[in-house]
């Protein structure tokens, strides 16, 4: 469990996946019966991009900072809720100040001390539940949740030789016991290769898939973070074109030479 979140926090994935997320979570609000969010690899739930771990990296001077300084229009709603300042939200905070009151929040976070940190964060939010426990695992035991409405946002750290397979299990067992849910799933990109292989079982296994991907620079060095996507299956309607909205306003800000951005069916309805 080396991976810390601390050290990449506000970075230009997280610009990527919280932007989408919250364009999800609204979607939900849109209709008045509760929904429950579960959040499989939570984190602590707010980081300090002034602390040692984000200093050591400075990675959210190229993601989060950036966005700042443009202040893209399409991006109002996701900025509102990560202004500028030295905590940026992680997704636990994103989700919560999304939730209406009769709405739910299940975290899950496998690392004891973060675990720890999240749960006194969200102690006085009598939504929030929080579970020191595998978030793969919740998939199953957790699994529909009493609302029959929300979303399961899978965001693990792949530091597992077995993560793609594992991610793809844990949505066959998410799409099969929520079949009315969403499933956003993010997945870095470094080559090409296993994001291919992803594709492939996707096609192979689900319908109704949408990547959302941003790459910074060309994904050609397996040791090195080029990009990331956010695969969501049965996404509510108006998603798609919200998402090349989003990717349209976040490529210009933070891509490099030879970067972009996509918006791609992976499967169909």
């Known amino acids: 469990m080396n991976y810390r979140h601390a050290y990449h926090a506000g970075n230009h994935a997280d610009c990527l996946k919280h932007a989408l997320l919250v364009w999800l979570l609204r979607s939900l609000a849109r209709k008045p019966a509760a929904a429950t969010v ?38 109002a709603e996701y900025l509102s809720l990560a202004p500028p ?45 929080v579970h020191h426990r595998d978030g793969y695992e ?21 530091e597992r030789a077995d993560e793609y397979e594992t991610l793809v299990a844990a949505l066959a067992v998410a799409r099969h016991r929520f079949a009315a849910g969403s499933l956003a799933a993010w997945v870095p990109i470094k080559h090409m290769a296993p994001v291919n292989a992803l594709r492939h079982e996707i096609a192979t296994r689900f319908t109704d898939a949408l990547a959302v991907s ?9 040791t090195r973070l080029a990009g990331s996507l956010l695969l969501v299956l049965n996404p509510p309607y108006g998603f798609e074109s919200a998402a090349a909205a989003i990717v349209a306003a976040l490529v210009p800000v933070l891509a490099g030479p030879g970067g972009g951005g996509l918006v791609e069916r992976w499967a169909e309805e």
């Open 38 to 75: 579960l959040d499989t690899h939570a984190g602590i739930g707010a980081y300090d991009l002034t602390g040692p771990e984000a200093l050591a990296t400075g990675e959210w001077h190229d993601g989060i900072a950036r966005l700042w300084a443009a202040n893209p229009p399409a991006l």
């Open 85 to 129: 300042g030295p905590t940026y939200p992680g997704s636990p905070d994103l989700i919560r100040a999304c939730l209406r009151p009769h709405d739910r929040l299940i975290c899950c976070e496998l690392h004891a001390t973060d675990a720890a940190a999240l749960r006194r964060h969200c102690r006085a939010d009598p939504r929030v539940a």
């Open 138 to 158: 919740a998939v199953r035991a957790l699994l529909p949740p009493a609302s029959r409405r929300g979303l399961v946002f899978i965001d693990p750290p792949y």
């Open 214 to 222: 941003l790459w910074r620079q060309p994904p050609t060095d397996p």
